[in-house]
């Protein structure tokens, strides 16, 4: 069974850190483009960031660049995103996603549809809080 799984998620003070892991099982992430999507309470579900598999290339939110990286770790067969200098309006749901593409670029995975995906995780709460 074809499975993503987040992890990393937690409260955090602004101003702090968190590291979040999509893992997957049954599949090599190195062979999918992949996206971190957030959801805060009310709201639709947005594009953080995403990494190509073709390009390699990668792509942030303007609310997020200079803040958080995406990586991939083929050993761990593991996507990373590294989030610093979190904010309160960073708290949402973060959820990774798959698709299996061959030819797209980063700029374009992370404004196609949420459909487009073939798999999502179950998503992690990170909540950014004093």
């Known amino acids: 069974q074809l499975q993503l799984v987040e992890s990393g998620g937690g409260l955090v003070q602004p101003g702090g850190s968190l590291r979040l892991s999509c893992a997957a099982s049954?599949?090599?992430?190195?062979?999918?483009?992949i996206g971190w999507w957030r959801q805060a309470p009310g709201k639709e579900r947005e594009a953080v960031s995403c990494?190509?598999?073709?390009?390699?290339?990668?792509d942030y939110a303007d609310s997020v660049k200079g803040r958080f990286t995406i990586s991939r770790d083929n050993a761990k067969n593991t996507v990373s995103l590294q989030m610093n200098s979190l904010a309160p309006e960073d708290t949402a749901v973060y959820y990774c996603?798959?698709?299996?593409?061959?030819?797209?670029?980063?700029?374009?995975?992370?404004?196609?549809?949420?459909?487009?995906?073939?798999?999502w995780g179950q998503g992690t709460q990170v909540t950014v809080s004093s």
């Open positions: 996603a798959a698709l299996d593409h061959f030819s797209v670029t980063a700029w374009e995975l992370c404004r196609i549809l949420i459909s487009e995906y073939d798999y």
């Open positions: 049954g599949f090599s992430l190195d062979s999918y483009n």
């Open positions: 990494i190509s598999r073709s390009d390699r290339s990668t």
